[in-house]
T-cell receptor, first 111, second 112 residues
Framework: SQTIHQWPATLVQPVGSPLSLECTVE??????LYWYRQAAGRGLQLLFY??????ISSEVPQNLSASRPQDRQFILSSKKLLLSDSGFYLC??????????FGSGTRLTVV | DAKTTQPTSMDCAEGRAANLPCNHS???????VYWYRQIHSQGPQYIIH???NNETNEMASLIITEDRKSSTLILPHATLRDTAVYYC?????????????FGQGTTLQVKP
């Protein structure tokens, strides 16, 4: 069966520090992968998506970047975190024509 | 992808049916209606999707009007655990990117 792993569950980072969030998918091949962010009390915002290794599309220009070094691995990064980067980060995957499966999320607090 | 309009919030009594409406008047012929829900502090959960026929699964029923400009998600016997934000999304089934764009959704409060 397919599973999605996302870690860490919670993270507290100082302003200006780097960030690396990792998401891996098991049990499927060549999935579409997505990073979403949800600020406190707000809706889900699509940040990045990838349809294949090395293929990244950015939805919102910002302080973050994404990479897909392997078929089932999706990484969200930042060189220097801002206070506004705080939020609930969710990774998701889908195969063409199917529903999305979301990870359990990482709650990031930038202090 | 077509935009959707949902009420901001709704209440429902426990054990009763919860009917959540969604307007998608600009939906295209190749676009499906998807419903997801997000329970507090969790990732969104897929509920159901459909094109033009009514659909039912173990979680809910989806009723799509004949002109496909609106739909209703029905939770037949709401429980307290169904309290969540419900998102109605339309997107092309064959979309290569498969981007799922979330609106503000409907906050459903199930009350005892």
């Amino acid at each position: 069966s397919q599973t999605i792993h996302q870690w860490p569950a919670t993270l507290v980072q100082p302003v200006g520090s780097p960030l690396s969030l990792e998401c891996t998918v098991e049990g499927t091949s060549n999935p579409n992968l997505y990073w979403y962010r949800q600020a406190a009390g707000r809706g889900l915002q699509l940040l990045f998506y990838s349809v294949g290794i090395g293929q990244i599309s950015s939805e919102v220009p910002q302080n973050l970047s994404a990479s897909r070094p392997q078929d089932r691995q999706f990484i969200l990064s930042s060189k220097k975190l801002l206070l506004s980067d705080s939020g609930f980060y969710l990774c998701a995957w889908t195969l063409k024509g199917q529903g999305y499966t979301f990870g359990s999320g990482t709650r990031l607090t930038v202090v | 992808d077509a935009k959707t309009t949902q009420p901001t919030s709704m209440d429902c009594a426990e054990g009763r049916a919860a009917n959540l409406p969604c307007n998608h008047s600009t939906i295209s012929g190749n676009e499906y209606v998807y419903w997801y829900r997000q329970i507090h502090s969790q990732g969104p959960q897929y509920i159901i999707h459909g094109l033009k026929n009514n659909e039912t699964n173990e979680m809910a029923s989806l009723i799509i009007t004949e002109d496909r400009k609106s739909s209703t998600l029905i939770l037949p016997h709401a429980t307290l655990r169904d309290t969540a934000v419900y998102y109605c999304i339309v997107r092309a089934f064959s979309s290569n990117t498969g981007k799922l764009i979330f609106g503000q959704g409907t906050t459903l409060q199930v009350k005892p």
